[in-house]
């Protein structure tokens, strides 16, 4: 609970540095999560569904506030957790990328569901700036934290992991940057990948070679970007605006991805094993090939995922709704 307080009190802080207009909904002396009707709120957003408190839940905050939901992920597996839980269904509103997504959260639901709003992602409109940033060329390595027993089980860094830092460290010529997932080293200390100390060593080799980036602000590095590989699932959907290749590490077991995450990782590199792996980086890095890229671009086309401003379209959908 110690490494929670000082989470909350660092999320307070990050939030506040941005000039939002931030409030404690967790009183961290008396270890009590705060009632939101305190707030004289209108309009909640949610950004997950679960370990929600009882005092903040929707059958609460629907008594006095009209109730929102955009994930913090972009959704590209195949579960019920994202579309089937009674949270979805007392949603006031609830927000879906695209067309493909929602027509497949309405397929699969065990209830009618007439609350979805198609308008985008919020994390998409970072790529409507105009702002110019020079290409660093970072190769970004982004490990998730999904180990079996998982209801996920994308986590591959047991045959990948060491690798992927050896190869960094031959090729200075390459700039990496380490994005683990935040609970990557909790996950692996818990299911015996690696013991505490060894998983500390791990991440300090990579702060001694490559940018380590362990916070929110990572957008900017995508765009300085040449390459991304990872197992983590909603990375494989917010890197696809960038254009760039991803080597998309495989695990068999890990669950399946909705149409909407099939679209995008068919233009993906799907490595399943090490001897592939080495191929596709020696390819993509070394030999600078990109066979997938002109796939790539006419999927993104399509898809049509980064064109106007998602926070706008759900701005105009909520007055649209009240007026």
Known sequence: FG???TSVSENYEYFKSKGMNVEYAYDIETKEYIGLDKFNID??????PWAIAPNQNISVTSEFALTCYVPYFVAITDSSIHYDQIFHRTLWQQYSINELVCNEYKRKSKYPLNNYQVVGHPKFDTYLSNEDIENEGYIIYAPHHSFAPSHLNFATFQWNGKYILEYAKEHPEFKFVFKPHPQLKTRMIKRKIMSEKEVDNYFEE???IAVFCNDADYYDLFKKSRLMITDCSSFLGEYFPTKNPVIN?????SIKFNPFGQAITDCYYKVYDLKTLKSTMKMLLEDNLDPMKEQRLARLKELDIVNTSTAERILNVIKESIS
């Open 206 to 208: 990579w702060k001694k």
């Open 43 to 48: 309009i909640l957003f949610y950004q997950q």
């Open 249 to 253: 590490l495989k695990n068999k077991n």
């Open 3 to 5: 490494k929670f307080y």
